[in-house]
């Protein structure tokens, strides 16, 4: 048996298929109510963004805590089965996050990630969102 249970593998599979989350959602509900306009996962940059703030030259990457490390999040936890599966697994995707921030960067986007985790509170992401976007 994997520890990995049926609701996470199925966000773990979403999230391969691109489909929109429960913290994306989030997200985007509260970039729209700060006033914020965005696009979404705009094709052709790097690591497809989960919003994009074209005027700003600004991206929004709502990730989860599993599927992309979170550093110390509980949701975080390391599989006790398939242990060299999912080190290959969580390697490529690490590997691939830092090549599109690094990419991002490299032509003069600013990438901000927000952990799923984080998006229990509104009004933390509101002020990460606001941080990292300025005014409007
Ligand atoms: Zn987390």
Known sequence: ????????????????RGKD???ELAVRR???RLGYRYRLHRAGLP????LVFPGR?????????????HPGCRYAYSPKSNIDFWTQKFEN??????AALTQLRDSGWDPLIIWECECANDEFVAAKLTAHLGGR
């Not at 690591?47 to 989960?50: E, L, T, V």
């Open 1 to 16: 048996m994997d520890i990995v249970d049926q609701a996470t593998r199925s966000r773990i599979m979403g999230r391969i």
């Open 57 to 69: 030259r600004k991206v929004v990457f709502v990730h989860g805590c599993y599927w992309h490390r």
């Open 93 to 98: 995707n690490l590997r691939r996050d830092l």
């Open 21 to 23: 989350t429960k913290p």
């Open 30 to 32: 509260i970039a729209h």
């Open 47 to 50: 690591g497809r963004p989960d």
